[in-house]
């Protein structure tokens, strides 16, 4: 390995050791971040969703190398089992989950509306999941749980 | 319509998907999220050509390069003749590969394959591969196929190994032909007779996660295939096949799995990464990528389906006659199965008794058809509601009634359900559930059907054009008389069950909907149902994701299961307690004696039965063959505008009504039916494989291969008719693949109904439809 990236995934501070040309969802992956997936490597699926400072992107299409000093939140560092994030428990509670390979990459992009606005239209909702594809569901479920989600996160329900 | 309903206590509940917040936290549940220390990396050289003999092949170079750890060709690898349709046995699908072919018949067909330390190093050693083709013309054109001087398959020993009719040397993969009635008086009592030539594209099942398997070897040295499969064991019995190694040396494991559709029934990456795995003794990965996935994985079968109905004016529909012409690509997989599907899951929803089908699957130079959700009945709906809507109209019926007056009843029957099996005669049966008269009732509703004339006039302006169509589909519930599931259950001291399953939930809930049925005959809580499905170590046969049938006939065995369960239960509380068995009954997890107030709870008799009193291990096995395959039915309504100066077409509502008989699970019947009909509207409208001359695939990827995302989402209402169907558990009947088959008849009636124009060719793109409209205004 040819350099180390420092980064900040799910709070931790890590030292990675990378290659120039390795994209960031494969250092991702190797790293035990198994929540972002892969699934078309060419920016189109959206299963490999991350929040790169706090902006959702598509970690299959950035170098590894340009997230350096960049705090990264993966699925995994959104919530327990025991404390599930509002929106994870609004896609079990609405069953929209199913073969789930898209669902964290959805969920992180659902959080960065929700993070930045509370309280979104249906059509904002569906404007934030556009770059998520999802062939088990038909979508509609899943942005009935982001609107469910919304009241919890603005700690209302 | 059936009056039972049944109303359970843990079925008919939507109690939450088993898996649904560890996927939501990215648990690592797929196959691909397993590490395995000195993985190698496997990739595939494809043919760049749709028909060539390699002449010469040429790896030393490629063998040569630092990591490379091996290649396999059609030199050095298994020549086992068999089928990658991943169906059960004998297979109904030709015999007609091998591992890696001498001829390639299709851009994308395989070459070689790499095994190397690295994905780089095999990408590399790819491009050091020398091939010399000897390159001949290919064929293109299904309707062209039949009897054409260019032989696809002729090499003279593919076969199948049932009896059934087979001639590769016209490219002709099957033929099927079945006559009830009398079609020649149907016509002639006919006041009307419609008939049409509609034609489906390739589509592509895009499931997010592509094919991936991992192939290693254990510390018994046996073979250990962990797959994204939808048939674990089918693919244990195929890989044996193929590499010629004992079935019990293999273990086949499947994990979480991203989508399947059917395109993951195929055995295509399993044999691969064993063959490397078996030879090098180190665990092995091949994953599709995107691209691989849509030029080397499977379609949805071409067709061109020609269809000819008769009706009298007072709607009686007097004869069908359904010719088909599928197009199997290179290879024959489910030639024969689907094909027969195309009649026998449309022709028996309307009221005939003169039908005749005829249908030839051919060979082409193109990708590879196989299962894909729907499985014909897409294909020939496309045909059977246009031309239903066409005699509506001709009459002066309005399409709504004609359907309710002619589409199968509770407790009738269809000569083609004996007439048409899975390529072979099939099984005869009454369906004793059909909720389609409600179905079409409340659909009509939910769109506002029948003030339609005045929305239409309301909203339609001199360049965009209101229309509504309707449809209605059927489909089936497992393969009768040939597919066979099973399961086993334990009990825990704590009394709670473990079920372990062969059937193979890729993303479905089967888990979850198994375990529901499992606790309901035992008045448990589906938590206390814990379940482990698809290892062919440790869990009984299950047929595999297919053919609508996990509900249904794995269902039917978790029935069983729980009587069995009970009954032991029963003997073992009479025995501890004293007490007759037949005076007990079984409330709120306790086995009660009412007339003498003793009871023992389930969590009493686990520990008792475990460790102090007559101790044993209360359990059982237990499977089931179906006997009918109950068809689930569906009514589907949409309304769209039309631009006739653009072509475009925007689906404003879309209303589906389904009868699954009990539905189990009804959010997750919803997700099943939407999701089922969000596909059909891809395929229906954008979805597309665009070749160039050479019969290459020029749009492998989702940028150019276009699927819906939720702004591209219509309005959807979803409406379940519940009924009960004897025959199945709880009354319960399919509901995974019948919704596709609505979208692309439906939208083909909806443009007619506002523009006049009818459209027999989707995708309904907007070029397409503005030159229909051209070319019906000429």
Not at chain 2, 491 to 501: A, R
């Amino acid at each position: 390995m040819s350099q180390i990236l420092h980064v900040i995934i799910n709070g931790t501070s890590k030292e990675i050791p990378i290659e120039p040309d390795e994209l960031l969802l494969d250092v991702l992956r190797r790293e035990g971040y198994k929540g972002v997936k892969r699934g078309c490597k060419e920016g189109t699926c959206g299963t490999c969703t991350i929040l790169l400072n706090d902006k959702a992107v598509k970690s299959c299409i950035l170098l590894a190398a340009q997230a350096k000093n960049c705090s990264i939140i993966t699925i995994e560092g959104i919530g327990t089992r025991d404390n599930p994030h509002p929106i994870q428990q609004a896609f079990v509670d609405e069953g929209v989950v199913q073969c789930g390979f898209c669902i964290p990459g959805m969920i992180l992009s659902a959080k960065n509306l929700l993070d930045n606005n509370p309280n979104p239209t249906k059509d904002e909702v569906k404007m934030a999941l556009d770059g998520n594809l999802c062939r088990c569901t038909g979508y509609s479920g899943q942005i009935k749980a982001v609107l469910a989600a919304a009241p919890v996160m603005r700690g209302e329900k | 319509m059936t009056e039972k309903i049944y109303e359970g206590r843990v079925v008919t509940k939507s109690v939450p998907k088993k898996d649904a917040l560890s996927l939501a936290m990215g648990k690592p549940m797929y196959t691909d999220d397993k590490d395995f220390q000195n993985l190698v990396h496997v990739k595939m050289l494809y043919s760049p050509h749709a028909h060539a003999i390699i002449q010469d092949l040429d790896t030393s170079e490629a063998e040569k390069l630092p990591g490379v750890l091996g290649v396999l060709t059609y030199k050095n690898s298994s020549q086992v003749l068999h089928t990658s349709a991943g169906q059960g046995f004998p297979e109904p699908s030709p015999y007609d590969t091998r591992l890696f072919n001498k001829k390639v018949k299709y851009v994308g067909d395989r070459v070689a394959a790499v095994a190397a330390e690295t994905l780089k190093n095999a990408e590399a050693a790819l491009k050091l591969i020398q091939v010399k083709y000897e390159i001949l013309e290919p064929i293109f054109d299904h309707d062209q196929a039949l009897g054409n001087d260019i032989v696809i398959h002729d090499e003279g020993d593919s076969k199948y190994i049932i009896p059934v009719f087979y001639d590769p040397k016209k490219n002709h993969a099957s033929h099927i032909d079945a006559e009830v009635g009398d079609l020649e008086k149907g016509f002639t009592e006919a006041d009307f007779i419609i008939e049409k030539t509609v034609r489906n594209h390739y589509g592509q099942h895009c499931p997010l996660e592509p094919h991936i398997s991992i192939a290693y070897i254990d510390n018994y040295d046996r073979l250990v295939v962990r797959t994204a499969t939808q048939v674990p064991f089918h693919a244990r019995r195929i890989l044996a096949q193929i590499l010629e190694i004992p079935l019990s040396q293999i273990r086949v494991i499947k994990p979480r799995i991203g989508g399947g559709f059917g395109t993951k029934q195929e055995i295509l990456t399993e044999p691969i990464v064993a063959s490397f795995a078996w030879l090098l003794k180190r665990p092995v990965k091949f994953e599709f990528t995107r691209k691989e996935e849509f030029i080397s994985a499977r379609t949805r079968h071409p067709m061109t389906t020609w269809f000819k109905a008769g009706v009298k004016k007072d709607g009686t529909i007097t004869a069908m006659d359904m010719k088909v012409t599928s197009n199997t690509g290179a290879f024959g997989s489910h030639a024969l199965t689907v094909l027969s599907n195309t009649g026998s899951k449309t022709l028996p929803l309307y009221h005939c008794q003169n039908i005749r089908f005829v249908g030839d699957t051919v060979y082409t130079n193109l990708p590879v058809g196989g299962a894909y959700r729907g499985y014909g009945g897409t294909q020939a709906s496309l045909a059977m509601e246009i031309v239903m809507d066409d005699l509506a109209t001709e009459i002066g019926m309005d399409p709504a009634n004609f359907r309710l007056m002619n589409h199968i009843k509770a407790g009738e029957s269809s000569p083609i359900f004996k007439a048409l099996g899975e390529g072979i005669e099939g099984v005869a049966q009454t369906v004793d559930s059909v909720g389609l008269t409600e179905c079409i009732n409340q659909g009509a509703e939910a769109i506002d059907w029948w003030n339609r004339e005045k929305i239409k006039e309301k909203n339609s302006t001199d360049t965009v054009k209101r229309g509504f169509g309707l449809v209605c589909i059927m489909q089936g519930s497992s393969i009768p008389d040939i597919d066979m599931a099973a399961g086993y259950c334990k009990m825990n001291e704590d009394g709670t069950f473990n079920l372990l399953v062969g059937a193979t939930d890729i993303g479905t809930g089967s888990d979850t909907i198994l375990a529901q049925i499992f606790a309901e005959g035992l008045s448990l809580d589906a938590s206390d149902v814990i379940v482990l499905s698809s290892d062919t170590d440790t869990t009984p046969f299950d047929k595999g994701a297919y053919a609508s049938s996990t509900t249904y006939l794995t269902g039917q065995a978790c029935v069983n299961l729980a009587i069995k369960v009970k009954d032991q239960l029963f003997d073992y509380t009479a025995m501890v307690l004293n007490v007759p068995k037949d005076e007990l009954k079984i409330e709120a997890k306790a086995v009660i004696h009412q007339k003498s107030g003793k009871q023992m709870t389930f969590a009493e008799i686990g520990t008792k039965s475990y460790y102090s009193d007559y101790q044993t291990q209360i359990g059982a096995v237990a499977s089931e063959l179906s006997k009918k395959s109950p068809p689930p039915f569906t009514a589907h309504y949409a309304e769209i505008d039309v631009d006739i100066e653009t072509g475009r077409v925007t689906v404003l509502k879309y209303v589906a009504a389904v009868d699954c008989g009990t539905p189990i699970n009804p959010k997750l019947v919803v997700g099943q039916v939407e999701g089922a009909l969000v596909n059909g509207l891809c395929y229906a409208l954008s979805e597309q494989y665009i070749f160039n001359d050479k019969g290459k695939m020029m749009n492998p990827s989702f940028g150019n291969y276009k699927i819906m995302t939720t702004i591209d989402l219509p309005e959807i209402e979803t409406i379940i008719v519940p009924t009960f169907e004897p025959s199945g558990p709880w009354g319960a009947k399919s509901i995974a693949e019948v919704n596709i088959s609505g979208p692309m008849p439906v939208l083909s009636n909806a443009i007619f109904d506002a523009t006049g124009v009818r459209i027999t060719e989707p995708p309904y793109t907007p070029d397409r439809v503005l030159k229909a409209i051209q070319n019906h205004n000429k």
